[in-house]
């Protein structure tokens, strides 16, 4: 497993370690399921995926549901495939929660989706503000209060949805029997927090020049609207805001930088609480390809 904070390079390692080993990826990115959502999310390039086997890449339309329910239980059976073809699966993603559902197998089952309760919460969002929805968990979940932004409306509806069911904080699960049903080795890739930032507003700026704005244009042009879950994403939601004409481009790029290393920051929180990743230095003169080779020394070991 290979996980860090948003533009870390997790992908670029995996896909070296591809190289050397039968790796097969599967992606633990809340976005990369989408299709047509392709430079916003930084997917590797289908002429890649076709030589290295990707999975959970391009399975769901913009406007279709997605939730860590449904990741656990197709990222669970691709494990199962993989392995059964006696190759290796390389789960990579900074989507923590994803992460932590995978590795230690929360019973989401025991809060089943709510559609009222959800319709209602984005009703309120749109009618008071993502700030006012966000409110309610600081007495009912701190945690998630402290570690989910207002903007990610899905995953604080999904945390009040989750205290709804079972009259306990989503964030408890954190502290469950951390015993996991894999034998795993998790990689992180530690930056030093100005460079990442350095390296996220590169990549904001290599966005646009790619096409991120007809990327989006098309979007809409499909009938993708931005209040769909997928639009909401960082990249798309500051694109419809320029193209409806309430942002210049400068603008969208300044908020897409912007709130891209407030994501990573919170990922840097997230990730600090975490215990049993295997940490390496990443940025100025440490590239991929060292990273690269101590991790094949630490899974030859492992081999053995």
Request: proline fraction near 5%; hydrophobic fraction near 35%; charge should be negative.
């Given at each position: 497993?290979?996980?860090?904070?948003?533009?870390?390079?997790?992908?670029s390692l995996?896909?070296?370690?591809?190289q050397?080993?039968?790796i097969?990826?599967?992606s633990a990115?809340?976005?990369?399921v989408?299709?047509?959502?392709?430079?916003?999310?930084d997917k590797?390039?289908?002429e890649?995926r076709?030589?290295?086997?990707?999975?959970l890449?391009d399975?769901k339309y913009?406007?279709?549901?997605?939730?860590?329910?449904?990741?656990?239980?197709?990222?669970?059976a691709?494990?199962e495939?993989?392995?059964?073809?006696?190759r290796?699966?390389?789960?990579?993603?900074?989507?923590?929660?994803?992460?932590?559902?995978l590795?230690?197998?929360?019973?989401?089952?025991?809060a089943?989706?709510?559609?009222?309760?959800?319709?209602?919460l984005?009703?309120?969002?749109?009618?008071?503000g993502?700030?006012?929805?966000?409110?309610?968990?600081?007495?009912?979940?701190p945690e998630?209060?402290?570690?989910?932004?207002?903007?990610?409306?899905?995953?604080?509806?999904?945390?009040?949805?989750y205290?709804?069911a079972?009259k306990?904080?989503?964030?408890?699960r954190?502290?469950?029997?951390?015993?996991?049903?894999?034998d795993?080795?998790?990689?992180?890739?530690?930056?030093?927090?100005?460079?990442?930032?350095?390296?996220?507003?590169?990549r904001?700026?290599?966005?646009?020049?790619?096409?991120?704005?007809?990327?989006?244009?098309?979007l809409?042009?499909?009938?993708y609207?931005?209040?769909l879950?997928?639009?909401?994403?960082i990249?798309?939601?500051?694109?419809c805001?320029?193209?409806?004409?309430?942002?210049?481009e400068?603008?969208a790029?300044?908020?897409?930088?912007?709130?891209?290393r407030?994501?990573a920051?919170?990922?840097f929180?997230w990730f600090a609480?975490?215990?049993?990743i295997?940490?390496?230095?990443?940025?100025?003169?440490?590239?991929?390809?060292?990273a690269?080779?101590?991790v094949?020394?630490?899974?030859d070991?492992?081999?053995?």
């Amino acid at each position: 497993m290979i996980t860090g904070p948003t533009a870390s390079g997790k992908s670029s390692l995996a896909l070296e370690l591809a190289q050397v080993y039968p790796i097969e990826i599967i992606s633990a990115d809340s976005m990369q399921v989408y299709r047509y959502m392709d430079i916003g999310t930084d997917k590797v390039s289908k002429e890649i995926r076709e030589q290295i086997p990707h999975h959970l890449i391009d399975i769901k339309y913009p406007d279709e549901p997605w939730s860590v329910e449904e990741f656990q239980e197709r990222a669970k059976a691709a494990i199962e495939d993989i392995q059964s073809r006696d190759r290796l699966p390389c789960v990579v993603g900074g989507t923590g929660f994803y992460i932590q559902a995978l590795l230690y197998d929360f019973p989401l089952e025991k809060a089943p989706p709510n559609p009222d309760l959800r319709n209602k919460l984005i009703q309120s969002a749109r009618a008071n503000g993502n700030s006012y929805v966000h409110s309610m968990l600081k007495e009912i979940d701190p945690e998630s209060y402290e570690t989910l932004h207002p903007n990610d409306l899905k995953r604080v509806i999904r945390a009040i949805e989750y205290h709804e069911a079972t009259k306990t904080p989503i964030s408890a699960r954190k502290h469950l029997d951390r015993n996991s049903p894999y034998d795993a080795i998790i990689i992180g890739l530690r930056w030093r927090r100005e460079d990442l930032y350095k390296k996220i507003d590169e990549r904001v700026e290599e966005q646009f020049d790619r096409g991120l704005v007809r990327e989006v244009s098309n979007l809409l042009d499909m009938g993708y609207t931005l209040d769909l879950p997928s639009m909401q994403g960082i990249g798309y939601k500051e694109v419809c805001w320029m193209l409806y004409g309430l942002a210049t481009e400068s603008e969208a790029i300044s908020t897409i930088k912007r709130n891209t290393r407030r994501y990573a920051k919170r990922q840097f929180t997230w990730f600090a609480k975490e215990k049993g990743i295997l940490w390496l230095p990443i940025g100025r003169d440490k590239t991929v390809s060292h990273a690269a080779q101590q991790v094949r020394d630490i899974v030859d070991n492992w081999l053995e």
